[in-house]
């Protein structure tokens, strides 16, 4: 029979009750941190692998978003809207810079450093949590972008263009794989920014109508030369790396869900084909969620071997999830803004 130490249990719950006084963390966040420190001697703590979902905004047609590691910073963005920012964990929100055809958003670890992109319009910085915006970098048609924790290696892609990489949050940036422009759609990478990951659509000969290229390219020395995986088999729409790099998982429209644990060198597919949109994972790729259009939010405990529906149907469009794993951002096209905790 197991015992329960009370020793120190009062000492723990004021230093808990302290901290959520200070910090306003969410009732739902304390009772969790309540279970996993007052249990009973040698137990061990199930993984949080369940979740509830629920609208967090009004409906929009919300396009990207991104969570701090801890999730209490979270951003979202709307086409031909605004940039909306929370920092109490998505419990309520503010609107932040004007109209644009914002698409896609990526932020720092502590959630201080920002970058929101405009589709055929420039970026957007921030470095204060979100609460101003300053324009920079270059004008062009922005669909994804991704950030080391620390906020000062990010890339980007550009949606017919080429990759852009900066090493200095976003000063100055530098176009690569700029023999062919790629149908890009999502690009991510290790916290450290050493291992990164891009995947795009295949292309259509204009004079045979026959489909070609598209692939996961990936990149293990910061984004400075690329190799193609994958390549001619699938649009690829969906990339996540783990906090490592070692794991990868990329998904494509009617195909399997794909995973590397070798930093993308090598790949295998897992589970059937659906259509599959796009795939977050936490930092150290044990559980992972994508989406299936017109479906629902599937997950996968077993670092992407395996996936089981875990999630409302809705026309899902996008999927983030905080590198700690315990919150999640989704938007259904033209909806709301789910939070998954």
């Known amino acids: 029979m197991r015992t329960i130490r009370v020793d120190w249990i009062g000492p723990v719950l004021a230093g808990l009750l302290a901290s959520v006084a200070s910090a306003q963390i969410p009732l739902q966040v304390m009772q969790g941190m309540m279970r996993s420190t007052v249990r009973p001697t040698g137990a061990v703590v199930p993984p949080p692998y369940e979740f509830t979902w629920a609208t967090a905004e009004s409906n929009r047609n919300w396009t990207g978003a991104a969570l701090s590691a801890d999730g209490r910073c979270q951003t979202a963005v709307v086409q031909w809207g605004a ?6 964990y998505g419990v309520a929100w503010s609107a932040k810079e004007t109209a644009r055809e914002w698409d896609c958003v ?16 420039s970026m957007y910085f921030s470095t204060n949590y979100g609460a101003t915006w300053t324009a920079g ?51 991510s990478m290790s916290s450290n920014g050493q291992y990164q990951a891009a995947v795009c659509e295949r292309k259509e000969d204009g004079d045979t109508g026959e489909m070609y290229g598209g692939g996961i390219y990936v990149s293990s020395d910061y984004g400075d030369t690329w190799t193609v ?3 001619g088999v699938a649009d690829w729409n969906g990339v996540a790396v783990g906090g490592t790099g070692a794991r990868q998982t990329a998904c494509a429209s009617g195909n399997k869900i794909n995973v590397s644990t070798d930093y993308g060198a090598t790949w295998a597919a897992k589970d059937v084909s659906r259509a599959w949109r796009c795939v977050s994972s936490s930092a150290d790729g044990t559980v992972q969620w994508a989406i299936v259009a017109a479906k629902g939010i599937y997950k996968s405990t077993d670092y992407g ?35 998954g905790r």
């Open 137 to 187: 970098g270059e004008s062009l048609y922005w669909v994804s972008i991704a950030m080391s924790a620390d906020g000062a290696r990010q890339t980007a892609v550009d949606d017919g263009g080429y990759l852009y990489v900066s090493s200095d949050y976003g000063g100055t940036w530098t176009a690569k794989l700029t023999e062919d422009g790629q149908n890009w759609r999502r690009v």
């Open 229 to 231: 995986k994958e390549s």
């Open 83 to 88: 940039i909306y920012v929370s920092t109490n």
């Open 305 to 339: 071997v395996t996936w089981v529906e875990s999630g409302p149907s809705q026309w899902w469009g996008y999927l983030t999830s905080s590198p700690g794993g315990a919150y999640h951002l989704a938007t259904v096209q033209n909806g709301g803004l789910w939070l």
């Open 106 to 121: 990526a932020m720092s670890a502590d959630g201080a450093r920002q970058t929101a992109c405009v589709y055929d319009g």
